[in-house]
C-alpha cells in the first residue's frame, strides 16, 4: 500500500472513531434532555407531588358527588396515578383516562397493576414479598416500588369492585379524533392539559377541546378545568417550531377561558374552587375551576 495511502486510511480510521465517540455524546445528551412537547412528562407525578406529600392537594378540594357512581373522562391523563387516586377515594362508576402518548398509557397500566399487587400484599400479608416487574422480571417490594406507591393512597373505597372494571386507559389524541362519541359521560376533567393544547394546536385547538368536552357530556354533566396561567407558556413555547409560531398567534388567553365556555361554548354555571387548594408545590399553584352543562 503506497505511504499516503495508508495515511489515509489511518486518518479515515480516526475520523470515523471521532464521529462515533461525538454521536455517542449527542445520544447521552439527548438521552438526559427528554423532550416532551405536549408535557408527557415521565416522571410528571414526581415533579408535581414530590417524595414527602402524600396525595395530591387537588384531591382535598374535589368533591365525592363530582365522581361517585358516575361515568368519567380523564383528558391528558399522562402516567395515570390521578386517575387511579379518583376513581379510589371517590368511587366512580367507571373511568376512562385518554393521553396522546402511548409510553404514558403503558405507565398508566403498570401502574394499576403495583396497585392491585400492593392491595393483594396488604390483604394477605408476606404474599407479595416480590413482585412481577413491567417486563416480567421479579423486584423486590422494598426500595423504589414502595416509594412510588406513596403516591396512591390507600383509603379505597371501591374495595369490592376490581380496579380494572373501573378504570381503563387509552391513547387518544383528545384534539385530532374525529369519531362520533360512542359515550357520554358525567364528569370530565382536563387537569394542566390546556397550556399543551393550545401551543400545538392553536385557538382552534382550544375550541375543538372545549367543544368536544361539552358534546361529550350529558346534561348537567360536570367539567373540572384546571387551566396553566399565560405565564407559565413562557417556559415552553420553544418545544417546537409549531408551538413557537401558535404563541404568538394565539388570542384566548387562560384568563378568557371562563367567559368562553359560559358565552361561547354554553356552559350554564362555573364554580372557582382554588381558593381551598392548598400545599401544591411551586409552580403548581393553578386555578380549579368546575362549569356545569
Ligand atoms: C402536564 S400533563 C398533566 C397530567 C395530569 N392531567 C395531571 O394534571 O395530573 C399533560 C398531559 O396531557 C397530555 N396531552 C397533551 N395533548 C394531548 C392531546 N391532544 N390529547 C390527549 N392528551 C394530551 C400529555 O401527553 C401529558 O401527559
Redesign the pocket.
Known sequence: MPEDSAMCSKQKEKKGGEEREQQHVQNKSKKRKEI?P????KH??GY?IGQELEE?P?LKVFKKEWFQGKDCL??????G??TIQIAKKFCCQSILG????AN?IQDAYWHIRKFLKMEDARKVPGKASKLEGANGSERSIKGSLKEEMKEIPMNCCAEEKNLLDIVSFQK?????TRDPPKKHYDTI?????TK??HL??GDD?LIT?FTKVWRLLHPGGIFVL?PQPWKSYENNYKVSETTRTNYKNLKFHPEYFQDLLLDKIGFKTVENVTSSVSGSKTGFNRPILVFRK
Open positions: 416532551c405536549y408535557g408527557n412528562y410528571y407525578y408535581r395530591d387537588r380523564d383528558i391528558g391523563c399522562n402516567s396515578i390521578m385518554v393521553d396522546i402518548d404514558r387518544e389524541d383528545f384534539v385530532n376533567i382536563c387537569l394542566s392539559v399543551w393544547i400545538n394546536w385547538g377541546l384546571e
